[in-house]
């Protein structure tokens, strides 16, 4: 049975790990239909899972994140025949424009990662002991699903100042790990915080989209090294079976998932997930009420 929860929450995190919607909040929620023992276990493996998810980042983006990647779809920039060229002028591509543009890229990452690892190093504890609960979980909901649907009105027929990642400056990049750090509560939704930070400094929504994906990599990688020194030491084999078999699983759902996302705000804005997350709110506190 656990390892048949293990699989309902990995695909409950790879769902929703990438869309505006909170895949903390929505694993607290279905932990009290689909509950692992012990507690501290549970809340363990609900961040320690996203890694799984995280990993599907890693392999769709693999181009934009590694500087050797010489494909003519995703580098229109290199010449005809740039395969028929030699080792020597590939490399000499490599050198003045891939690693510097990956390299920059990687760094802006690391500048917007830097506030939540100093404020999750200091209050993870906290934030395990008083906000994993169903209560705070549909008061964010409520609150950043009224806050999405605030921004998109207001700032629906504004043309975006950054149209790419590669146009972030430093700044911008701490300015969105700033907004991230909010996510650190229950309910509000990594992807949501960082998301609407960008747009509010002037990024279309796809670029958001992506520099979170990209932030998502060291946060939760740094999220899940966390748990594991503070509680993967006293696992089980068995429970280390569960949390891999929830990662396995988050990471095969959330590589569709990103794809139809990435399709869906080329489109469409992110007022259907404020509507979502307001609707969903209201239901759990009707099921905490009643």
Known sequence: ???????????????????????????????????????????AFNVMIQLGAIFSVVVLYFHKLNPF??????????????????????????????????????????????????????????????????SVVAAMLFFWGLVILIIETVYKNKPAKLDSVHAFSWKTALIIGFFQCLAMVPGTSRSAATIIGAMLIGSSRTAAAE???????????????????????????????????????????????????????KKHDFRPFGVYRIVLAALVLLFLVV
């Open 211 to 265: 520099f979170s994906f990209f932030l998502a990599i060291p946060t939760m990688l740094g999220a899940t090294l966390l748990k594991i020194l503070k509680n993967g030491l006293r696992f089980t084999a068995t429970q280390w079976g569960i949390v891999l078999t929830g990662a396995i699983v988050s990471f095969l759902v959330a590589m569709l998932v990103i794809r139809a996302f990435m399709g869906f705000i």
């Open 1 to 43: 049975m656990e390892f048949i929860k293990a699989i309902l929450l990995g695909i409950v995190e790879g769902i929703t790990e990438f869309l505006p919607v909170s895949s903390t909040g929505h694993l607290i929620l279905v932990n009290e239909f689909v509950r692992l023992e012990p507690a501290a276990f549970a809340n």
């Open 69 to 134: 990647a010489f494909s003519r779809e995703h580098n229109p920039a290199l010449p005809a025949n740039f395969s028929g060229m030699n080792l020597q002028s590939k490399l000499y591509y490599a050198v003045k424009y891939r690693i510097p543009e990956t390299m920059q890229l990687w760094k802006l990452v690391i500048i917007g990662v830097l506030p939540a690892v100093v404020l999750g190093f200091l209050f993870d504890d906290i934030i395990d002991a008083y906000l994993f609960r169903p």
